[in-house]
């Protein structure tokens, strides 16, 4: 009976495990509004899965893309506009018309720039995640050895770059800044596209930081271009630089998996459900022993017994035979 509590402990932990992803940074991206479907985006999410496409059942507007599917290990572009797409890159010329990879749109950076227009902020009342905002990224004081005016942005729809930030407070030592709306427009935006150091998450998350300007920019009409002016040293060996880095690409907000494919969840049933038959195998294995013991043992006994029957006839027909 060993093996009972081992069940019970896995349903108990499958049951308890349930309300704290509940309280996960989660994104519920709605296509259809025929019915309740939604695919999850979901902070340190894993990705993966199979891709979806989006229903032409009430007019979304990008019915029929494509989205989901990728992974986290495909999450940094370049310093490119349009860089970072796993699937869908197929024109080097725009993002106009691209899928969805990780659950959410690219960036919007004004002009019809690489073709960006579509998600404008004309859709903001559907972007996924909610408009896109900027938020500051200042380290406290006296923790890293910051060169004069270090300093970063976040750019990202409203919620993955909140839920950046609650990762980037406690991990980075970031100042705690709210998000303010982004219009790359005004003249008055403290972020432009030539600050851009680093693409994530299929152009749809960016960090930027006000010493790089990165002339390439404005100027180029290819997601795939290489070229770019080289990250100074200030920022490429930053240990403030480097840990918001690692941070993005652990943390960052991406698509989970379909519903009902959830792996994690599957394995925790099945052994779950494995932990709680075990004392019935157990029950029915010593059940099966005990008659075949039983059946054995009585085997024995008849065949001990017609032995001692074929011997005291032979002892019988002895003394018959020599009288
Ligand atoms: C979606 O359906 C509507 C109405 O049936 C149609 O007018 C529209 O062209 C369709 N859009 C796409 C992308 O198929
Ligand atoms: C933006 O550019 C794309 C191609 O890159 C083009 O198809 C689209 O018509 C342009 N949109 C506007 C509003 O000019
Ligand atoms: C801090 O950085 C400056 C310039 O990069 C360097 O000269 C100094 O030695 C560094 N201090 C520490 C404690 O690492
Ligand atoms: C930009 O800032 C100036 C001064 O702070 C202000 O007068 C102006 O209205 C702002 N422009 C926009 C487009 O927000
Ligand atoms: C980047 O450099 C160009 C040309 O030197 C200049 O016009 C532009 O204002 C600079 N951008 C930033 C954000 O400093
Ligand atoms: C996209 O850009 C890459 C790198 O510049 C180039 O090798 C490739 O041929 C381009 N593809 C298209 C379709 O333009």
Redesign the pocket.
């Known amino acids: 009976m060993l093996f009972l509590p081992l069940g019970v402990y896995t349903l108990l932990l499958h049951i308890l495990v349930l309300p704290v992803h509940a309280n996960s940074p989660k994104i519920f991206v709605t296509t259809a509004l025929v019915n309740f479907d939604a695919r999850i985006v979901q902070a340190w999410s894993g990705g993966g899965g199979e891709r979806w496409t989006i229903t032409n059942d009430s007019n979304y507007p990008f019915a029929g893309r494509e989205f989901g599917a990728a992974d986290r290990w495909s999450l940094k572009g370049t310093q490119t506009f349009g860089s970072g797409y796993p699937y869908g890159n197929v024109d080097n010329a725009t993002i106009a018309g691209r899928p969805f990879p990780y659950g959410l749109w690219p960036l919007y950076w004004g002009n019809n720039i690489t073709g960006s227009d579509e998600y404008g902020p004309a859709l903001d009342g559907i972007r996924p995640g909610g408009q896109l905002v900027t938020i500051p990224l200042k380290a406290e004081d006296g923790i890293y050895n910051i060169t004069e005016g270090e300093m970063y942005h976040i750019i990202g729809d409203r919620d993955s770059a909140t839920f950046m930030m609650i990762s980037l407070v406690t991990s980075c030592h970031v100042s705690p800044a709210w998000p303010s709306k982004f219009d790359p427009t005004s003249p008055n935006s403290t972020v ?1 596209m ?2 851009v150091i680093q693409y994530y998450r299929a152009s749809s998350f960016a960090l930027a930081s ?1 010493g790089y ?3 390439f920019a404005r100027t180029n009409t290819n997601t795939e271009l290489t070229e770019s002016i080289p990250i100074p040293d200030t920022i490429r060996y930053s240990e403030f630089h480097k840990c918001i880095d690692d941070v993005i690409i652990n943390a960052l907000a991406i698509m989970n998996w379909p519903p009902g494919n959830n792996v994690g969840d599957t394995v925790t049933l099945a052994l779950a459900v494995v932990g709680c038959m075990l004392p019935v195998f157990i029950w029915i294995y010593r059940v099966i022993r005990f008659y075949w013991r039983k059946f054995k043992r009585e085997r024995r006994a008849a065949k001990r017994r017609k032995a001692e029957m074929i011997a005291s006839r032979k002892r019988s027909l002895m003394y018959e035979l020599y009288p």
């Open positions: 432009k030539e600050n006000p300007n990165n002339t």
